[in-house]
């Protein structure tokens, strides 16, 4: 019989301090349209070319929650959390500090900055310090995330 190995960290993989940076990925005005789809945030500011440059970003500018959650799936990707993450509990704070623009570039770096053990959920949780930075290495977005970590099985 053939069993799932995850690929992700198991919460006791976890120490306070340790840094990972995911891949990077583009944004086009693909994702922006179906976001806009998905979310009915169809805002000038996201989805007409020519009001946008009225504004002061003079260009369409991707919805913060879009790269949030293109953020979110670049975590995932990494491998950290991938098949070990029991639930995304809390953003216990998240701030917008640049625009994202169509044809930008993002990554995430994560820092592990608590672990706290919760055996009763067979893991522990696990406080994310996240910073979504551009191809500049600008930060745009940036907080704290908080995830429930499977523990290791026994067998293991």
């Known amino acids: 019989m053939m069993r799932h190995?995850?690929?992700?960290?198991?919460?006791?993989?976890?120490?306070?301090g340790q840094v990972y940076v995911s891949a990077g990925r583009t944004i086009t005005e693909s994702d922006i349209?179906?976001?806009?789809?998905?979310?009915?945030?169809?805002?000038?500011?996201?989805?007409?070319?020519e009001f946008s440059k009225t504004t002061p970003f003079g260009q369409r500018v991707a919805h913060g929650l879009l790269v949030t959650a293109i953020a979110s799936g670049l975590v995932n990707l990494s491998g950290l959390i991938?098949?070990?993450?029991?639930?995304?509990?809390?953003?216990?704070?998240?701030?917008?500090?640049?625009?994202?623009?169509?044809g930008d570039t993002v990554h995430v770096q994560s820092e592990i900055i608590k672990t706290k053990a919760l055996k009763r959920l067979g893991g522990g949780a696990v406080d994310l310090e996240l910073?979504?930075?551009?191809?500049?290495e600008e930060v745009v977005m940036k907080g704290i995330w908080k995830v429930l970590v499977a523990s290791k099985p026994a067998d293991e």
């Open 5 to 16: 190995h995850s690929r992700g960290l198991y919460f006791e993989e976890f120490a306070v």
């Open 33 to 49: 349209v179906a976001f806009a789809g998905l979310s009915g945030d169809y805002n000038q500011i996201h989805t007409d070319a």
């Open 82 to 102: 991938e098949g070990t993450v029991i639930a995304f509990r809390e953003i216990e704070s998240w701030k917008f500090t640049k625009p994202v623009f169509i």
């Open 131 to 136: 910073s979504v930075l551009n191809q500049n």
